[in-house]
Nanobody
Framework: LVQLVESGGGSVQAGGSLRLSCAVFGRSYREYWMGWFRQVPGKEREGVAVINGDGRTAYADSVKGRFTLSEDNAKKNLYLQMNDLKPDDTAMYFC??????????????????WGQGTQVTVSS
């Protein structure tokens, strides 16, 4: 059983930065997809940035050039550095993981282990 615990959310003004962290507890996989997703009320959960066990990443077009995904060497922590935040980035951000091979995908439907989420609010 894997437990994912997010932290680092908060409230910032547009143009500001936040760094989200996801701590992984329990079993870990050599081959996996892991990443950040976000959701606002009334909308589907959307992929923000994902990474696989080989370090290959994928980003949503809306965050390219602003958000950066990284892991620690032990692969027990996943980070999302968010710069130049915009009001449209306001959402609950979730960390997720799936045991899988190949390039990671941004579709939330492929991930089956989720954290509880951390709220990010960006004011204009």
């Amino acid at each position: 059983l894997v437990q994912l615990v997010e932290s680092g959310g908060g409230s910032v003004q547009a143009g500001g930065s936040l760094r989200l962290s996801c701590a992984v507890f329990g079993r870990s996989y050599r081959e996996y997809w892991m990443g950040w997703f976000r959701q606002v009320p009334g909308k589907e959960r959307e992929g923000v940035a994902v990474i696989n066990g080989d370090g290959r990443t994928a980003y949503a077009d809306s965050v390219k050039g602003r958000f950066t995904l990284s892991e620690d060497n032990a692969k027990k922590n996943l980070y999302l550095q968010m710069n130049d935040l915009k009001p449209d980035d306001t959402a609950m951000y979730f960390c997720a993981q799936n045991r899988a091979q190949g390039p990671p995908v941004l579709s939330a439907h492929w991930y089956d282990e989720w954290g509880q989420g951390t709220q990010v609010t960006v004011s204009s």
